[in-house]
């Protein structure tokens, strides 16, 4: 199906779902307050951050005059661990759960928010005795455990920044972000469980740490999980449990200006080389918040809350730690894959925890509808009363699904829009108040200002598409990239005047409701991970094998896109390495070990040249139309109308997995 069909078939899509009248009764979101953050934005905002403990009260809200380098709340100061924990002891809930974790073996851990609150306090006197302190930065590779959310939230209660890298990337991809963040101190485990095996991660810090290949970092704090054996370096490692046992479980946190670093997390962009999004305090925490109680209807009494995302991702970050924490929600995490030891483990997790909102991606959902609604319907989802999806488009038929089969036509489904760079949700029905659409991310959050524009900027009519833009600040969003501040500038606010440009193309339906139709540039969605095209081209020719090569994702019924290689190979190299090396293997592998499995292609075709125009750029259309297996666009500006056929006769011979 091409973009197009695929727009159109959107526009064909009518249902409205609207709200029970006893959700709306008990629903956080009420609908007056739409009106009252437009008729006082500014003044919605900072009620909202008054939710917070603030150890010094601001007095000023927004601070737009260096835009779009934003400070918020900036004359107040917090803590961001101490609104997530001490608080919540404080106020009387310390007996509260706060995290039921459960492992892939099946292996559970409780922390109630006393619990959580002294396992933390206690990091935070390991961190220091460290060295870390304020403005430091500290890499967490770990799998999905407890100890994940304790070490953010004991780099935050320091003012320290955390770089969280995904359990799944490469040495490499931990080597350079631990280089570009400059990191002092690496957290990480043995290893964690995944499909039913432990699989290691303390060999990749290694690797990674190398050769002296990362100076900055001084110590390596290592969570004992599997047990499997690991390599130990007397002068940088040192036990978690260890040092955890030994510490004071004292610890008064200490306040910092809210615009105070939080974290860094690397994301994909247009070019080949990851951006670390720069976030802060004050007003991240107050958006995460926010949005956590109103888009999920949280009532932290009653609710178990359960995010499947992992905490190297931005949904992790904001909707596993910081939001639901805030708030002191109740919580479940579960630390392996959906179908270990068997293919309905989702669904006992929810039947076993009593699971009211889940919160997960659209790919997941499509991999579920394939295995067929029988497995779901052996266990009691009858908890549920309330979904979310995030990362991706949710096409309707997957939308439908997920109502009728995992909410039993009884739940309404909150569709997510927002980025790494926004921080927290942007765009999004309100479950009590909004007429939900199937496919539809419908309208921006209270507080929230976006467009739909054409190439010029303006907004588009009804009906019509364009590039979706955010026309005011939030408090959430992004403060820079990392170490350039003009690569923000250029990157997000030069397409449009005075517009945060999203790199999402978006369609404006009848009523003004907004549907997302996936990235306009260079950058792919896969499973919902964000991966870019350039990145991996740049990764395949790093390979002696390639001479060149050019990247797509083209659409993939499970997993949104799938990423799809054409290579030039350089025979000389390839006769060396003998005449029936393995080409897709090889080069998948090394896709894999240069970025991480995730990033892994799904097909390498081999082609002995690459659509250009006359100017030398690769013309990435046409490709996709290869690799979508439909007809080929117009080939006109190509400087070598013929490439196109010879490249369609190779469809045939790549490999898949
Ligand atoms: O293309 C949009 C898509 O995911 C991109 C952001 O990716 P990332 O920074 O990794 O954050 C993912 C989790 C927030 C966006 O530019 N995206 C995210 N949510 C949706 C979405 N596309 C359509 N509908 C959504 N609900």
């Not at 006893?22 to 934005?41: G, L």
């Not at 994702?553 to 949104?560: H, L, N, Q, S």
């Amino acid at each position: 199906m091409s973009q197009s069909d695929a727009i159109e078939n959107l526009f064909e899509e009518h249902r409205v779902f609207a709200p029970a009248d006893e959700f709306t009764a008990q629903a956080v979101a009420q609908a007056s307050i739409y009106e009252q953050a437009t008729q006082d934005r500014l003044g919605f905002w900072a009620e909202q951050a008054n939710k917070l403990h603030w150890h010094k009260p601001f007095t000023k809200t927004l601070n737009w005059s260096e835009a779009p380098f934003a400070k918020w709340f900036e004359d107040g100061e917090i803590n961001v661990a101490y609104n997530c924990l001490d608080r919540n002891v404080l106020e009387g809930r310390g007996e509260r759960v706060a995290i039921h974790f459960e492992g892939e073996p099946g292996d559970t851990q409780t922390y109630t928010y006393s619990q959580l609150t002294e396992a933390v306090k206690r990091a935070a006197n390991v961190l220091n005795g460290l060295g870390v302190t304020k403005g430091d930065r500290v890499a967490i590779y770990l799998p999905l455990i407890p100890e994940a959310i304790i070490s953010m939230l004991a780099v935050a209660r320091l003012g320290a920044i955390h770089s969280v890298v995904f359990g799944g990337f490469s040495a490499d991809s931990l080597a350079t972000r631990i280089q570009d963040a400059g990191a002092k101190l690496v957290i990480t485990a043995d290893g964690g469980y995944r499909r039913g095996k432990a699989s290691a991660l303390k060999p990749a810090v290694d690797e990674a740490l190398g050769t002296n290949n990362c100076p900055s970092v001084e110590h390596v704090l290592v969570v004992k999980r599997t047990e499997q054996p690991v390599e130990w370096f007397e002068t940088t490692d040192i036990w978690w449990h260890e040092a955890m046992a030994e510490a004071s479980p004292e610890h008064e946190a200490q306040a910092f200006e809210a615009e105070n670093p939080l974290f860094i997390l690397y994301t994909s962009g247009t070019t080949g080389k990851p951006k670390g999004i720069l976030h802060t305090t004050g007003g991240y925490l107050t958006q995460a918040a926010f949005t956590h109680r109103n888009v999920f209807d949280l009532h932290p009494e009653t609710d178990v809350y359960w995010c499947t995302a992992d905490v190297g991702w931005i949904t992790g970050h904001s909707y596993v730690v910081y939001g639901p924490l805030a708030n002191g929600a109740t919580q479940v995490i579960y630390e392996g894959t959906p179908d270990s030891p068997h293919p309905g483990r989702w669904w006992e997790i929810i039947q076993k925890y009593g699971v009211t909102i889940l919160y997960t991606a659209p790919t997941a959902i499509r991999s579920f509808m394939k295995l067929g609604r029988s497995i779901p319907d052996q266990f009691d989802l009858s908890s549920l009363r309330l979904l979310g999806s995030v990362g991706e488009p949710i096409n309707p038929e997957a939308w439908m699904w997920y109502r009728e089969v995992i909410g039993g036509n009884r739940c309404p489904i909150v569709d997510t829009w927002w980025q790494t760079e926004t921080g927290a949700i942007m765009i999004s029905p309100l479950p009590g108040v909004t007429h939900a659409k199937p496919g539809s991310a419908q309208v921006p959050i209270p507080g929230i200002s976006a467009r739909v524009v054409d190439e010029h900027g303006h907004e588009v009519d009804n009906n019509h598409g364009g590039y979706l833009t955010l026309t005011e600040p939030w408090p959430s969003m992004l403060r820079g990239i990392w170490g350039d501040p003009e690569r923000f500038v250029d990157t997000y606010w030069s397409r449009f005047e005075g517009q945060y440009f999203a790199g999402d193309g978006a369609k404006k339906d009848a009523d003004g409701d907004i549907w997302l139709l996936g990235r306009v540039d260079d950058v792919m969605n896969v499973s919902g991970h964000r991966l870019s095209t350039t990145e991996l081209e740049s990764a395949l020719v790093a390979h002696p094998w390639v001479a060149e090569a050019a990247v797509v994702g083209a659409r993939d019924e499970v997993t949104g896109q799938a990423i799809v290689a054409f290579v030039i190979l350089r025979q000389d190299q390839l006769e060396a390495a003998g005449a029936d090396a393995d080409v897709s293997r090889v080069l998948r592998e090394h896709v894999a070990r240069e970025i991480g499995p995730i990033a892994k292609p799904r097909q390498i075709l081999v082609v002995s040249e690459l659509p250009k125009t006359r100017s030398g750029k690769i013309m990435r259309r046409l490709l996709r139309d290869v690799a979508e297996d439909r007809p080929i666009g117009d080939v006109t500006t190509l400087a070598d109308s013929g490439v196109m056929g010879a490249i369609a006769g190779k469809l045939s011979t790549g490999a898949q997995d």
